[in-house]
């Protein structure tokens, strides 16, 4: 006969409690500290957000979230929209994307709690343990990371909590769920099967609730609370789709179903899921191991503890009839196999960025298992006084542990080399333009001359310079920063390589500035080492620039040969050091309308 135990949960030990709440004091007031005083330069998709953040309130607020690299966006604006008041109450500062980040990531981390508490005190102590376990890996600056992929692995974690929650009917977690789950959703489209699974199972779980319950009118209208939750966080997308064409959700859904290039597929999925279910988990170290082409290692098999200890773990809950965390299982188990759906699907390079939602299924796989374990320990007399302590205590060595290993803000800056260019290059730039006719096109860019454009795009704006892209950028920028080329009366062009060299000789063009990050002397070790594995050339080319064009296409086969050999030559790794310290980067502008 199988005895149900009556569960009882003795309180949290206050000098724990004190020892968490002065540790995160000190965490946090550090992290602000160092957010608040440092010299953060915004470029790349940060820049690109903080455009559209700066658009919020205004005619071309968006209604559609961040860009995507195929031509369409997020699902919706939540994000955008969630910091634009932070944003906004910094002046207008860089630093108040940091802040806002932070703000909304803390919120989230609340929510979760909040809906943990209302479980009991060991569902609160245990969610507060892996969440602390999931912001060691993210490194206390990611949470102030204004990254949409970042911002998924709380929101999912989050989701997951509530929806264990609406099976039992919980109100704050139905309408957490909706909201939290479509803030993941919005901010980046990767999330959407697992979070729609979730969904799914609180839908079920409430409905059957609102037919079968013991309370019924609670539970309709906690049905009709989360309901009208979901159509407010979804109107503004609706209303993009119904009013363009083809409308960035048919966008998404084509992709989806015909996409440009190959998915992952299934086997590579099994893989990257089994290494984010193993000891140690990626989601702990904070860093997925890649390939030298970003996409995450997935050679050989990694041995999946978590989903092992989470199949014993529904076992015993369902032997012992623990319906909650029988239920907790179920959920972390509907996680795992829509992550790996979802996983199998990711169109191109499977980049860890991608993934960064498999941190909270991970997450909430060991979370289940614990519960289990915890509360099989609490059925002893030791257990039923000190479970609950043990979890905290655990919970502080990870504080210190996130203390020991500091605030770095180096992730937050997307490429140290890049952003000491841009802040080189944009000064003299701006100045140069401030008295040519405008409107000016700036021509395209998509590496380091890309971002550095986009700098510049951004500090005109904020000088009541008129600088614009071509109008494929649109759905980047929004439509204000965007110009036909022939309607421009100036053009400016960004150009690293041998496309700068070919525009030195055009008489059209004038050169504002060239930036170089290397030495005299570094730039001859480079140009030794390009000369030695391309040889020396003949007078037949027609200038300096068809000579540099051929240098570059046997480089790139170089390259490409000793990224594919196991060991790598004294020569290759010189060359990349220089070459990681940043491209050689002209600015031209022509002498009238681009032509």
Same mark, same amino acid.
């Given at each position: ?375 099989? @320990? ?157 040889? @020396? ?59």
């Amino acid at each position: 006969m199988i005895v149900i135990d009556d569960d009882p949960q003795p309180p949290v030990d206050r000098r724990l409690v004190y020892a968490v709440v002065a540790l995160l004091a000190i965490i946090i007031g550090w992290l602000l500290f160092r957010l608040l005083t440092s010299d953060w330069l915004p470029i790349g998709d940060y820049r690109t957000l903080q455009l559209r953040v700066a658009d919020v309130g205004g005619s071309e607020t968006p209604i559609i979230g961040v860009y995507s690299r195929y031509q369409w966006n997020h699902p919706g604006p939540l994000l955008f929209w969630a910091l634009a008041l932070p944003y906004r109450l910094s002046g207008s500062s860089p630093i108040g994307l940091l802040i806002g980040a932070l703000i909304i990531n803390l919120g989230v981390i609340a929510l979760t709690l909040w809906i943990a508490a209302r479980a009991g005190t060991r569902a609160f102590v245990l969610v507060g343990f892996f969440i602390t376990l999931l912001c060691l890996g993210m490194n206390p600056a990611g949470l102030a990371d204004p990254w949409n992929p970042t911002f998924v692995i709380l929101s999912v974690f989050a989701a997951a909590v509530a929806c264990w929650r609406v099976v039992f009917g919980d109100r704050v977690g139905a309408i957490a769920l909706v909201f939290v789950g479509s803030f993941a959703i919005q901010c980046h489209i990767g999330s959407a099967l697992p979070i729609a699974v979730l969904v799914v199972i609180g839908a079920v779980a409430l409905v059957s609730r609102s037919i079968r319950g013991n309370n019924l009118h609670h539970n309709r209208r906690t049905a009709l609370m989360a309901l009208a939750v979901a159509v407010v966080c979804w109107i503004p997308p609706v209303i993009e789709q119904l009013t363009h064409s083809p409308g960035n959700l048919r966008l998404i859904y084509q992709f989806l179903r015909n996409p440009p290039l190959a998915t992952t597929g299934i086997a590579t999925a099994i893989r990257i899921t089994f290494r984010f279910l193993s000891i140690p988990g990626n989601w702990v170290r904070g860093a997925e191991p890649s390939f030298a082409t970003s996409a995450i290692n997935t050679s050989g098999w990694a041995i999946p503890w978590a989903l092992f200890a989470l199949c014993v773990a529904s076992w015993w809950a369902w032997r012992r009839r623990w319906r909650s965390e029988l239920a907790l299982c179920g959920v972390a188990g509907a996680l795992v196999v829509t992550g790996t759906i979802a996983a199998s699907r990711i169109v191109g390079a499977p980049a860890p960025y991608l993934l960064r939602w498999m941190w909270a299924i991970a997450a909430f796989a060991w979370l289940a298992v614990a519960a289990v374990a915890l509360r099989q @320990i609490a059925l002893t007399t030791i257990g039923r006084r000190y479970a609950s302590n043990l979890v905290v205590v655990a919970t502080i060595l990870v504080l210190l542990a996130t203390l020991v290993r500091g605030v770095n803000l180096t992730p937050l800056r997307l490429s140290n080399s890049w952003t000491k260019a841009i802040a080189a290059l944009t000064p003299p730039t701006l100045a140069a333009i401030k008295s040519v006719p405008g409107p000016i096109y700036l021509a395209d860019g998509y590496g380091l001359d890309g971002s550095a454009g986009l700098d510049l795009l951004a500090r005109a704006e904020e000088a009541g310079i008129e600088v614009r892209r071509g109008p494929s950028w649109a759905y980047i920028y929004g439509d204000k920063r965007t110009i036909e080329r022939s309607d421009a009366a100036t053009e400016l062009l960004f150009l690293t390589g041998s496309t700068r060299l070919m525009f030195e000789a055009d008489p059209y063009y004038r050169e504002i500035f060239t930036y170089d990050p290397l030495t005299p002397d570094q730039r001859a070790e480079f140009d030794a080492i390009v000369i030695s594995h391309t040889g @020396i050339f003949d007078q037949s080319f027609k200038s300096p620039a068809d000579e540099a064009l051929a240098r570059e296409e046997i480089l790139r086969q170089w390259v490409t040969t000793e990224l594919s050999s196991s060991t790598q030559s004294q020569d290759f790794k010189h060359y990349m050091k220089l070459l990681l310290d940043g491209e050689v980067v002209s600015v031209f502008i022509s002498n009238g309308p681009p032509r």
